[in-house]
């Protein structure tokens, strides 16, 4: 009986063990995907579904500092819109605000608490996401390609680097200059230049081409919410975030289409004062019918898309390998 009651232990014992290391195991082997076909998991994505974005356990190493430095980027841009948005709001409903572009939310941030603190982190991360955007670019780190749309895509990609780079050194130049005005650059300035080059007329054409492709592509993104694939969201927060989202890309994308319109109007008559950037855009909706709704509602949209930013470095996706 005793050697009896031994053999059913160690029996039991031996089920406990396999039953434990059956449960490691399940616990550490990948759920099957949408591909599998099994029925609890179609149509499920991974909240993260790429190696990049699992927490590395080893030493930090220049990938990371990538990414790092690409969020600060995104929150920076997040910042500024924001500014320019929240300002044009305040303006709208008469609470002191300016209905100002980039360089003016800038300038008006002098005056904060901090103010050339918080200039010099913005510019910092600027040219962090100027350098994210150029390996964007390079890389092809979103699979773009190299067929027609996708050569399209990455030099707007490189073209977005170039003016977040400006950006960012305007920002720092504030630093150490008060009082500048934006009056002084910005697309007015831009477009005198390119009209004492060869071929100037041509290439501010192009130049307003370009814009109204990017304002295209903004709103086509934001109605099929395309950010979606980049995005590693918890479903609990897309419910709220994404319908912000969308909204913000729609509306740059609508703000982007009007400031390519001006560059082919000052194109067209050869007068760079017929150009303009953001700010321009604010005068040109005031001065339309209900102009103040218009206003209202162009900058909600541009401070939602300060939040898709803001959003986009804590949720997005970033992988800088080849």
């Known amino acids: ?12 014992r031996r089920q406990t063990h396999w039953g434990f290391a059956r449960a490691c195991l399940a616990y550490t082997t990948p759920a099957p995907g949408p591909i599998s076909g099994h029925p609890l998991h179609k149509g499920v994505k991974p909240a993260i579904s790429r190696q990049e974005d699992i927490v590395a356990t ?32 305040l303006a709208v409903f008469g609470q002191g605000g300016q209905t100002e572009g980039s360089r003016g939310a800038l300038e008006r941030l002098l005056a904060a608490p901090f103010g050339k603190v918080l200039l010099g982190l913005i510019a910092l991360g600027l040219l962090g996401y100027a350098m994210w955007r150029s390996i964007q670019a390079i890389k092809d780190t979103d699979g773009h390609g190299t ?14 680097a170039i003016t977040h780079t400006l950006l960012a050194f305007y920002a720092a130049s504030l630093i150490f200059r008060l009082g ?33 492709g990017a304002g295209v592509a903004h709103c086509i993104k934001g109605a099929k919410a395309k950010f979606d694939k980049h995005f590693a969201m918890p479903n609990a927060t897309k419910r709220w975030a994404y319908p912000v989202c969308r909204f913000g890309l729609i509306i740059r994308g609508v703000v982007f289409l009007i400031v390519g319109g001006f560059f082919m109007i000052a194109a067209y008559h050869v007068n760079a004062n017929e150009a303009g950037g953001t700010e321009e855009v604010f005068s040109f909706l005031r001065d339309q019918a209900f102009g103040q709704w218009l206003l209202a509602f162009v900058a909600l949209g541009l401070f939602a898309f300060g939040a898709y930013s803001v959003l986009a470095a804590v949720y997005r996706r970033i992988n800088p390998d080849l």
Do not use: N
Request: proline fraction near 2%; include cysteine; hydrophobic fraction near 45%.
């Open 58 to 89: 080893g030493t930090p190493d220049h990938k990371d500092a990538i990414r790092l430095y690409a969020r600060l980027g995104y929150a920076s841009r997040g910042i500024v819109y924001l500014l320019v948005g929240g300002l044009a709001a």
């Open 180 to 212: 500048a005005s934006s009056d002084s650059g910005g697309s007015q300035g831009t477009v005198s230049w390119l009209f004492e080059q060869p071929f100037g007329r041509y290439l501010v054409a192009a130049v307003g081409a370009c814009i109204i």
């Open 1 to 12: 009986m005793a050697s009896a009651s031994r053999q059913v232990a160690g029996g039991r």
């Open 147 to 160: 067929d027609a749309k996708g050569v399209a895509i990455r030099t707007g990609l490189s073209i977005s």
